[in-house]
């Protein structure tokens, strides 16, 4: 049973830096896809990043491109999401989440999630 609890979550100026941390207590880590989702107040869930259970694959929004690098470390149960020149556009409840098939997760259409974590990007 996969359960995720994210970390690392916080309020930062605009332009600084903040690295999220989603872990895995269930103990299967590695065989899954995994992602980060955002929520911000008003608006629909989004995707923001993921990648393969190796970490050979990876997929990023447009939005985040360039800014946000997404990784993990199977030995540690762990995935990460570093975040840097961050925006008050960011702002949001980051959500990880799991799924066998990283084209249903990327879809949204994951089994597991995490509880969120709030990231808030002052001007």
């Known amino acids: 049973q996969v359960q995720l609890v994210e970390s690392g979550g916080g309020l930062v100026q605009a332009g600084g830096s903040l690295r999220l941390s989603c872990a895995d207590s269930?103990?299967?880590?590695?065989?899954?896809?995994m992602g980060w989702f955002r929520q911000a107040p008003g608006k629909e869930r989004e995707f923001v990043a993921a990648l393969s259970w190796s970490g050979g694959t990876t997929y990023y929004a447009d939005s985040v491109k360039g800014r946000f690098t997404i990784s993990r470390d199977n030995a540690k149960n762990t995935m990460y999401l570093q975040m840097n020149s961050l925006r008050p556009e960011d702002t949001a409840v980051y959500y990880c989440?799991?799924?066998?098939?990283?084209?249903?997760?990327?879809?949204?259409?994951?089994?597991?999630w995490g509880q969120g974590t709030q990231v808030t990007v002052s001007v």
């Open positions: 989440a799991a799924e066998f098939a990283l084209n249903t997760l990327v879809a949204g259409l994951a089994d597991y």
């Open positions: 269930g103990g299967t880590f590695s065989n899954y896809a």
